[in-house]
């Protein structure tokens, strides 16, 4: 069973890493452009710094970077961890939830028809 979830875990790693050499390529061929990967459009159309998008791109690779060094620094060898602990998941959700919420206020101030945050009533 072991050698199983081991192999299971190999062939997901390779399929995410050929997922992700696919991006690259096509990023390097500009099929996806990165003008504005921390961008957001503000009131006036033009582009503006978004904190959401930014911390969720950090989080991701700082936990990405530490999960492959616990993968590579395991005493017994290379080997995929039993547990990834849940201060790690957590941080992980917190971050993926505030672009959540950040794409949707963004979307529900640009269906009410205007690119400002949305006012309350008195």
Excluded at 50 to 60: K, N, P
Excluded at 78 to 95: C, H, M, R, T
Aim: some cysteine.
């Amino acid at each position: 069973m072991e050698t199983l979830t081991l192999v299971i875990g190999w062939m997901l790693a390779i399929v995410i890493g050929l997922f992700a050499l696919i991006v690259l390529y096509r990023v390097y061929k500009d099929d996806i452009p990165m003008k504005f990967l921390l961008c957001e459009s503000s009131a006036s159309g033009a582009p503006m710094a978004s904190m959401a998008r930014f911390q969720f791109l950090i989080f991701t690779f700082v936990i990405a970077l530490s999960l492959f060094l616990v993968i590579v620094g395991n005493k017994d060898g290379v080997q995929f961890p039993k547990d990834i602990p849940n201060g790690i998941l957590a941080l992980l959700g917190i971050s993926g939830g505030s672009y959540a919420v950040g794409k949707g206020i963004q979307a529900s101030t640009e269906k009410n028809g205007n690119k400002e945050a949305p006012k309350q009533r008195p």
